[in-house]
């Protein structure tokens, strides 16, 4: 009965850790692409420029879009998100900042990223949102193209 026990646990513990690591497998190509990108500053008055940019591919960069005032006072990568995985095309989502008079909203941008071509496809808002509510744009992801709606109407459609 106890060696029975012991296998079952046994094969409980390798279950888990195969499943552990296929979360980590899947994740692998949006990790490297978040690896290759960075945020770099250039000097100006009155204040810096902000850019996303390539470390492979340094003419792949993109001024980042600051909508208001950044904890740390600086905008960071936050996530990426495979858009089209098969495809390549990723987004490179960032922090932009937090404005608001009434009510403080959190402002995220995306950059649309083709990683097989290594070309820059767009560059839209993807997120706002505060405690009273999500003033989000909606992502549409569709066959070979992305569709951007925002505040009912159609912001940006990207065609891959």
Known sequence: ????????????????????????????????????????????????????????????????????PIAGDRPWISDVVEADKARGIYL???????PGTHELVDVYYALIYDNRNHRILGHYPYSRKSLRGDYSPQWHFETRRIRIVDEGEDLAVINY
């Open 92 to 98: 490179i989502v960032y922090y932009a900042g937090q």
């Open 1 to 68: 009965m106890r060696s029975q026990w012991i296998t079952v646990c046994c094969a409980v513990l390798f279950m888990v850790l195969l499943a552990g690591s296929g979360v980590s497998w899947a994740a692998d190509g949006a990790g490297d692409v978040k690896n290759q990108w960075q945020v770099a500053t250039e000097p100006g008055e009155p204040w810096p420029s902000y850019w996303l940019t390539n470390k492979d591919h340094p003419e792949l960069k993109q001024e980042m879009f600051l909508a208001g």
